[in-house]
């Protein structure tokens, strides 16, 4: 990454000077509400199914519940606690498929033998009698009700599970978003929010196209002065199916910048570790700096593929419209242009995770039109254009357009969907038939 190890302890060491002197301080609460019922923080989830005969209620414990049920750490452990409730008022039994939750969850059993040599025998008594009677079990009886403890790597959170409930005769596949309660990370915004009544403007597709040619073609320093990584993104949904279809593939919340998100970000940075909610750094579109912000890391902080969105003022036929920026992070290198001295070094091809984005959100089965607009001129890796912190990049001058249907909160069948393709500008070749299926 091109620094020492005696410039590694100095980067170190003036990041916590400088954060400790209170020239960067935590930001107030978020004044932003979610649109729709996103779950967050220590909210219960609840999924009501089969004609409202089923109703599923999932709660991700926090580390301090976790610590008041259990008495003891788990979270040290990377493992978290669910409390499931499932009421059946159907006439037949179902069957709640754990491992559709996280194929690698802990037994009772396993949790227990690692805590034995920790405790007073008393303190395991206690514990023990406390998880083997308060552990979910199957099934769930017609008429009747089952609730327990469910336990599952920490690994697995942030992400949307697809929890199979099997009864007789079939099965619900119901998206679960598992957050972590205590990650102090974005939220979506309203437009109300955000604009006066009278700049938010409704239109029709064609009527989008035109509106984003007048969008910048990067975006900017906190003083518009200078110009940052392209906006080379755009999607068209509503909050919630936004951040589910994001979080299906992976996509992780990230931390906002503070003082302990900082200390951690720097020690992942010279000692390794993974920080799957490293934060990322501001940039600005509509003079404010990102409202969104997810990443997908890799085994540690120096490489990572990331998104910011912004809320336009804009919908079509009511649909919100997010416009954002796609790269992938593939080192580290120290700058003045951030609070924190260093930033993330872009991969040049800018196109390639724009394309892999396209492809990731198909997977969900949530895309249901794609097009392209020209927002730049192209520009190659002979002549590459520079980001703000300096970094080359080149492009070939296209911003993916991706519209998003309803995250459908619970499947029973599937509908035949197809994918229409947007004739609009010259799309990359990988992409030039009208329609395709989605894939599955």
């Known amino acids: 990454m091109g620094t020492g190890a005696g410039t590694g302890k100095y980067f170190y060491l003036l990041t916590l000077l400088f954060f400790l002197s209170g020239c960067a301080s935590r930001p107030a609460d978020d004044v932003f509400d979610t649109v729709d019922p996103v779950p967050h923080a220590q909210d219960p989830i609840v999924r009501v199914l089969a004609d409202g005969k089923l109703r599923l209620t999932l709660q991700v414990l926090g580390k301090e519940e976790m610590r008041r049920q259990f008495g003891v750490d788990l979270t040290s452990r990377r493992i978290r606690g669910l409390w499931i409730e499932v009421d059946n008022q159907t006439d037949r039994p179902w069957w709640l498929l754990r491992s559709s939750l996280d194929w690698d969850y802990y037994p009772v059993s396993e949790i227990l033998y690692s805590l034995q040599k920790e405790l007073s025998p008393d303190r395991f008594a206690i514990l023990s009698e406390k998880l083997r009677s308060r552990r979910f079990r199957n099934p769930i009886p017609a008429h009747g009700k089952t609730a327990g403890y469910l336990f599952i790597s920490a690994n697995h959170l942030n992400r949307v599970a697809q929890l199979v409930l099997r009864g007789v005769d079939g099965a619900w596949r119901v998206p679960i978003y598992l957050p972590v309660p ?42 518009g002065t200078k110009q940052g990584d392209p906006l080379n993104l755009v999607l068209v949904g509503k909050a919630s199916d936004v951040h589910y279809a994001l979080a299906r593939r992976s996509w992780h919340s990230v931390e906002k910048n503070y003082l302990q998100s900082a200390e951690k970000t720097v020690k992942s940075f010279l000692f390794g570790d993974r920080y799957r909610y490293s934060p990322v750094s501001p940039l600005y579109v509509f003079g404010r700096k990102q409202d969104y912000a997810l990443q997908k890391a890799r085994s540690n902080i120096s490489r990572r593929n990331h998104l910011r969105l912004w809320l336009t003022p804009w919908t079509v036929e009511g649909v919100p419209v997010w416009v954002g920026q796609v790269s992938r992070d593939i080192g580290v290198h120290m700058t003045s242009e951030s609070p924190i001295f260093f930033t993330h070094k872009i991969d040049p091809d800018v196109d390639e995770d724009r394309n892999y984005l ?71 070749k990988a992409y030039n038939s009208r329609h395709f299926d989605v894939l599955r």
Do not use: M
Not at 365 to 371: A, P
């Open 358 to 428: 396209i492809e990731d959100l198909i997977l969900t089965e949530q895309v249901t039109r794609v097009g392209y607009v020209s927002d730049r001129e192209e520009s190659s890796a002979e002549r590459p254009r520079g980001n703000l912190t300096g970094d080359p990049y080149y492009t070939d001058g296209l911003r993916v357009v991706i519209f998003l249907g309803s995250h459908k909160k619970a499947v029973f069948l599937q509908s035949e969907d197809r994918l229409q393709f947007l004739d609009w500008d010259h799309s990359p």
């Open 182 to 223: 205590e990650l102090q990370g974005y939220r979506l915004p309203k437009a109300a929010d955000l604009y006066p009544p009278e700049a938010i403007v409704d239109t029709d597709v064609e009527g989008l196209r035109e509106l984003l040619k007048q969008l910048p073609c990067c975006t900017t320093n906190a003083t």
